[in-house]
Structures are given as structure tokens and as C-alpha cells.
């Protein structure tokens, strides 16, 4: 009896704000109406108390529901995070050469053609190039070398052997030797047979013992003297950069005159696409060196947008099971709240019984439950979110990298709506209990236990 006198007391204390709902409710306010009422209930502060309390009472319960809740946003915004480094990882494995080239090599026969046998080895060589680069739909062809056998140099009194690579300067613009300092191989450099050379990081440390400016120096291979005009530090396909680049044209005059080349690499047309220009290409290459079209064990072709495009949508298949993963806890954090609310309602039935029948509306009960679903759903999401981004920050910051990671990163975009799906999701779990605390007539609530 002295519980119910108390309660009594505080509801016949209704503040302004209570008071100018119920006129509302019972006068068939407006929407608008409806959102002023909900905003003068904000900042009530007599009601946030009473919150207060009402948490309190129920620590341990209150904690673990916006555990639940906490750790939900918290793995769906770490997820996103790692999953963003892991796609940024993986696409920089293609940023040493164009995303529009492709890459073709001589391989071996596997079919006989016009009286040749089987099993010959197809040797491309520099007039490909003009015979590619008249093709529509090319946009610019490149030859690469690479000599077998290593090369000593040598610098003062350091020497060491390494392999030299004859690149083009169209070769240069579609490889995109990942420079430390220095300049690509151009037009002249080519054009003039120009002794000059970038070399790898590894080759700068072992003759020039890591010099912070090498570029100018000039190193020997053999009697023959280079000017280092670059220092790189990555290059497709090399898994150290220990090799020395030199113009193609002074790779012929200075070491092998003979005009075969390892690779041609060339880029196609905006508005094109490999697949289309393959065939007669294919035919093209095929006349010149004897094989038929159909072999595709003549040549060894590597289109870098076809890998790209795999790589894409590998990324997407990731990044969407990313989500269901880490959406999916975050609806688990919110089952807690509705089963944590849906109990809370149940031990407050005869407090709302109470309500009700000194003139609480079913307004003002439904608010209550839905005020208090919402506190634990926002504030519980806040700190999750703020946990994960400053965890995938972190890491960030950390400069933890691999060949497929690096640079995790949360979009402000993505992590804002994430609290909003929460906050909706919160609200729809608090909807069933709240509205199942408005059907509760005074009579039953009275009876109830």
C-alpha cells in the first residue's frame, strides 16, 4: 500500500510536458504535434530519472543486454574495417603495371601445323610489335628482354652479380617500376640507345651500400659504364628488386643483338576489350611463326583486367558475407534487448495497471518503454562503434601490412549507418514489449503477480 501511495504521489506530480501529451492524445493531435510532444519528453528531466532507476535496479541484466548490443556494432564495424584492407591489399598486388594491358610470351606447340611437328618453342621478337600496334583497338605495344645469365657489376670497389632487363619506354609507361627515386626509361633514352639504367633497392645496397642518392652515379657492367637514372623498389613479377633496367635498344647494341624478346606488353583502347581483339591477334602472331590459331599452348597471354575482374569479385563475395556476418550479430545484440524489455514489462505490469488507471495514456507507456530500449540500444551502440573504429584505426596506425592487407580503413558513410540500422533495430525490438505493456488494461494489472 505505501508503494502504491508513492507511485500515485509522482504520477499526480505530472510535469507540463505529461500534461500537454495527454491534452494531445486525448484531442487527436497532429504528426507534428505528436514530434513536439516526443521532444519535450527528451528533456524531461524528472523522467530521465526515473530511467535512471529503472536501470539500476536491474544492473547485471541492463549490462549484458548492452554488452550484446555493444559487441554486435563493434564486430560489424571491425569486419567492414579488415575487410577494406584486405581489398586494398589485394589490388595494390596489381598497381605495378596497367589495369587495360596484357601481357603475352612465347610457350610451346601441342599441335602439329603444315607439316611442323608438336612441341616447338614459339620465339616472339621485336617486329611483333609493329605488327600489333597496326591492329585497332591496341593502344600502344612494348617488348621486354630479360638476360639469362647475371651480370657482374660493379661500383668503386663493390661488385655484384645481377640480371639486366631491356625495357621500352611504352614497356616503362605499362610496368610501372614502383620508384624510390629517379625517373622512368623515355623516349630518348630508347631513341638514342642511351647507356642508363634503374636498379633494384638490392642492387643499390650491395654496390652503393644503400646510398639515400644514388641517382647520377655510375655503375659498371663490365667495362661498360651506366648512369643510374632511378632506383625502384617493386616490379611485376620479381619477387626481390635485385635486376637492373636499361633501355631495350642498348640491351641489342651492347649485349645481344639477336631481336627476340621475352614479353610483349600491351595496353587496349578505351572502348575496347582483350576478348574482342584476342583472335586476330592470335591470327596475326600465329602467320608470322608458324602455329595454329587454336593452339592455346603457342602462347602464354595474361590479360590483367580479366584477373582484376575475378579479383573484384572475389572482394565482393568477401565483403557481402562480411556483412551478413556482422549484421548478424548485431541483430542477435538486439533479440537481447526485445527479451530484456519483454521481461522488464512483465515485472512492471502492475506499476503500468497503476498508470493507467490514475491517467496515464497509452502514449505516455508506450514512449516509457520504447524511451528506455532506446537509451540502452544508442548508448550501447555508441560505445561499440567508437570501440571498433578506433581499433581498426589502430591497426592502421600500427602500419601492420602484408601483400593482401594494408590500410584498413571504416568509411564515415558506412559506420553513420550502422548506427542507424541500429537505432531502427532497437526500436523495433523495443516494439513488441512496449506495445504489449499498452494493451494491459488496469483491472488485469492489478491482479497480476
Known amino acids: 500500500m505505501k508503494a502504491r501511495r508513492l507511485l500515485s504521489s509522482r504520477m499526480m506530480k505530472k510535469s507540463l510536458n505529461e500534461r500537454v501529451a495527454l491534452s494531445i492524445c486525448k484531442t487527436g493531435a497532429s504528426g507534428t504535434n505528436y514530434s513536439l510532444w516526443a521532444i519535450q519528453l527528451m528533456i524531461d528531466f524528472e523522467r530521465w530519472t526515473e530511467l535512471g532507476q529503472s536501470l539500476s535496479k536491474h544492473k547485471l541484466r541492463t549490462g549484458l543486454t548492452a554488452f550484446g548490443v555493444s559487441w554486435g556494432i563493434f564486430m560489424l564495424v571491425l569486419l567492414l574495417g579488415m575487410g577494406k584492407g584486405l581489398e586494398r591489399g589485394t589490388m595494390t598486388l596489381f598497381q605495378d603495371t596497367a589495369l587495360n594491358s596484357v601481357w603475352i610470351g612465347g610457350g610451346k606447340t601441342s599441335q602439329s601445323y603444315k607439316g611442323l611437328t608438336p612441341g616447338r618453342t614459339v620465339g616472339l621478337e621485336i617486329g611483333d610489335v609493329a605488327l600489333l600496334e597496326n591492329l585497332p583497338g591496341v593502344e600502344a605495344v ?32 605499362i610496368q610501372k617500376l614502383a620508384l624510390l627515386s629517379g625517373r622512368q626509361i623515355n623516349q630518348l633514352d630508347e631513341r638514342e640507345s642511351r647507356k642508363v639504367a634503374i636498379i633494384g633497392a638490392r642492387v643499390n645496397d650491395v654496390l652503393m651500400k644503400n646510398q639515400l642518392s644514388p641517382v647520377g652515379k655510375t655503375i659498371y657492367v663490365g667495362e661498360t659504364p651506366f648512369t643510374v637514372i632511378g632506383v625502384y623498389n617493386k616490379a611485376l613479377g620479381e619477387q626481390s628488386p635485385n635486376r637492373v633496367y636499361i633501355p631495350y635498344a642498348t640491351l641489342r647494341q651492347v649485349f645481344d643483338p639477336a631481336p627476340t624478346v621475352n614479353m610483349l606488353a600491351l595496353t587496349v583502347s578505351p572502348g575496347y576489350s582483350w576478348p574482342d581483339l584476342k583472335p586476330e591477334a592470335i591470327r596475326l602472331l600465329s602467320q608470322r611463326h608458324r602455329f595454329d590459331p587454336n593452339d592455346s599452348a603457342a602462347l602464354e597471354i595474361y590479360d590483367i583486367s580479366d584477373e582484376v575482374k575475378k579479383v573484384e569479385s572475389l572482394m565482393s563475395g568477401i565483403r557481402l558475407f562480411m556483412i551478413i556476418v556482422g549484421t548478424g550479430t548485431l541483430m542477435a545484440g538486439c533479440v537481447g534487448v526485445s527479451n530484456t524489455m519483454l521481461v522488464t514489462v512483465k515485472e512492471r505490469t502492475r506499476e503500468f495497471g497503476i498508470r493507467k488507471a490514475i491517467g496515464a495514456s497509452s502514449a505516455d507507456i508506450l514512449f516509457m518503454v520504447l524511451h528506455e530500449t532506446l537509451v540502452i540500444t544508442l548508448a550501447a551502440g555508441y560505445v561499440g562503434l567508437i570501440a571498433g573504429v578506433g581499433l581498426v584505426e589502430l591497426i592502421s596506425q600500427a602500419g601492420i601490412e602484408s601483400d593482401y592487407f594494408r590500410d584498413p580503413q571504416v568509411d564515415l558513410s558506412i559506420a553513420i549507418s550502422a548506427l542507424g540500422v541500429l537505432i531502427l533495430a532497437g526500436l523495433i525490438a523495443g516494439y513488441l514489449p512496449a506495445r504489449q505493456a499498452v494493451r494491459v488494461s488496469p483491472i488485469e494489472a492489478l491482479r497480476h503477480e
Open 142 to 173: 612494348g617488348p621486354t628482354k630479360l638476360l639469362d645469365k647475371g651480370y657482374v657489376m660493379r661500383y668503386g670497389k663493390n661488385t655484384g652479380a645481377f640480371q639486366i632487363n631491356g625495357i621500352s619506354a611504352v614497356n616503362a609507361e
